[in-house]
């Protein structure tokens, strides 16, 4: 009886991932410390998956993506009422998105049982740009446009690699650039660092991404220097205003 009720996730086994801290880098490396509880009955666990998350505005409502996932391939055998720690290293993904504005990003961690309902945790994490993304935001208040707001939306043809891209809105606060529209960027990562996708937003303001992609230029920033974004982002611009 006790199996049977485990598998329906009644007095089944628990499991709690420890994060070594809560803000974290895109890129980097996190030693995670999983904490498993056994239940009420012994249980073969098949493995550990971990999943960042976040959720993106699909239109009329929002809707809740993976950026990226991973599974530590190790079986094991959680009897009942007993513990078990496990240290697993994973990599923030590249494309996870900051978290500012109204975005927000967490980490799922889920142990694969078969026959039963995986039991699952969720832990907020808090995202701080990596330098490349930290080297264009430089850049751009150096050439007078102010951070105004982020967020996620639905988008295929920027990333064709997730269902959704965060967009960077900026507003012009110098002489040089005081009657343009806002300044629009996303980032989309790759082996050598990031490409910046921008635009100066136009009168009445973008109406989906598509129109976004085909009226937009791009770089690619593979030094995280802010002096040399902002020479090659004052002549993207040069092209838009």
């Known amino acids: 009886m006790r199996r049977v009720l485990s598998s329906v996730g009644i007095g089944a086994a628990t499991v709690d991932t420890v994060l070594p801290r809560n803000k974290v880098t ?5 030693t995670l410390t999983v904490e498993v509880d056994g239940g009420d009955a012994d249980q073969q666990v ?31 055998t959680i009897a009942a009422g007993s513990h078990r ?11 996870t998105p900051v978290t500012v504005g109204s975005t927000n990003v967490w980490l799922k961690t889920g142990l694969d049982i078969d026959w039963s309902i995986d039991p699952t945790d969720r832990d907020s994490i808090t995202v701080d740009p990596d330098p490349y993304r930290q080297a264009f935001f430089d850049a751009a208040d150096a050439l007078g446009y102010a951070f105004d707001e982020a967020d ?20 012009p606060q110098s002489d040089e650039y005081a009657d343009s529209g806002d300044l629009e960027a996303v980032f989309v990562p790759d082996d050598d660092g990031l490409t910046a996708v921008v635009q100066v937003e136009p009168e009445g303001g973008i ?6 992609a085909a009226e937009s230029s791009e770089f690619t920033i593979t030094d995280p220097d802010p002096d040399t974004v902002a020479e090659t982002l004052d002549d993207v611009l040069a092209d838009h205003v």
């Open 207 to 212: 109406e989906d991404f598509e129109e976004f």
């Open 26 to 30: 895109p890129g980097t490396e996190l």
């Open 152 to 171: 996620c939306k639905e988008a295929h043809t920027v990333d064709p690699a997730r269902p959704f891209v965060q967009e960077f809105d900026f507003v």
């Open 85 to 95: 720690t496990i240290e697993v290293d994973v990599t923030v993904p590249a494309a």
């Open 46 to 76: 098949d493995g550990i998956s971990f999943a960042f998350v976040t959720r993106y505005w699909a239109g009329t409502s929002h809707a809740t993506a993976v950026i990226d996932s991973t599974t530590a391939a190790e079986d094991f």
